[in-house]
């Protein structure tokens, strides 16, 4: 198991910082938030992209992903805006040597055909420049397509290899779908794990691992010794939720007990 956190549980932290964060907490990559608040965004300059390159090169630490923030089933976004997004991000990723680019479905309330149809068709056109790029899109498993099943619906629609999914454990598990349930119905198309823990269906502030009720020892089990598994600790939407620098290294360690390593 290789482990990465999200650059959201330290929201605004200079990348010199991030860095030493990983190293220090044994944490082997970083999913980079890439926001216009945050320090890396897709309005970065060259000089400013090879800085941050070099400062993970530096420290031994991979940038797994570019988080960002493109809604593909959102049917009130034009095509050519959600375009525009996901090459904006397509190109930063490129450039950090990133694998991956994450987007939301963002498809409303209840999803449905429209929203799927939506998705894929976006997804499809962008598979290409994805491919040209070294890089490949991850649907999220969220809001209106949280479960795994409704996340495959779309990426199988596309059918494209570098259109794939990142699984959020939170949001399966909020939709009612046991873990072995997810991995089997993603299966190749799964590009890694996102992992947090909370407190109940009704309170989703972010705990420690292990502090919370979320099936991580389950999720962890059905997954493959090369999966990548990141850290989402949702600080920047939580502001009074505990820091998670301190949090990192034993975060680290349950999970590694919990692989029995």
Do not use: N
């Not at 490949?136 to 795994?148: A, F, M, N, Q």
């Not at 909370?198 to 979320?214: H, Q």
């Amino acid at each position: 198991m290789k482990l990465a956190f999200s650059t959201l549980g330290v929201p605004g932290m200079p990348i010199p910082e991030v860095a030493e964060l990983a190293v220090s907490a044994g944490y082997q990559g970083v999913e980079l938030r890439g926001h216009p608040e945050e320090p890396v965004h897709p309005g970065l300059g060259a000089a400013e992209r090879a800085s941050v390159v070099k400062e993970f090169a530096r420290a031994g630490v991979e940038i797994l992903t570019v988080a960002g923030y493109a809604r593909a089933a959102d049917v009130t976004v034009p095509d050519s805006a959600f375009r525009d997004e996901v090459d904006g991000l397509l190109r930063l990723a490129r450039d950090l040597g990133a694998s991956y680019v994450r987007v939301f479905p963002g498809g409303g309330d209840t999803g449905g055909q429209e929203a799927d149809d939506t998705a894929a068709r976006r997804l499809g056109a962008a598979a290409e420049a994805a491919a040209d790029h070294g890089v490949r899109i991850l649907l999220e498993t969220h809001d209106s397509h949280r479960r795994g099943v409704d996340a495959e619906r779309v990426v199988a629609a596309v059918g494209h290899p570098q259109v794939g999914v990142v699984w959020d454990l939170m949001h399966t598990w909020l939709g009612g779908e046991p873990p072995e349930v997810t991995r089997a119905t993603l299966g190749p198309y799964l590009g890694y794990v996102q992992v947090k823990d909370i407190a109940s269906a009704e309170d989703t502030t972010p705990l420690a691992l292990g502090a919370g009720v979320l099936p991580l020892g389950e999720c962890l089990g059905t997954l493959s010794d090369d999966t990548w598994v990141c850290w989402e600790y949702e600080k920047r939407w939580y502001e009074g939720a505990a820091a998670l620098p301190p949090l990192l290294a034993p975060g680290r360690a349950h999970l590694e007990g919990l692989l029995g390593h």
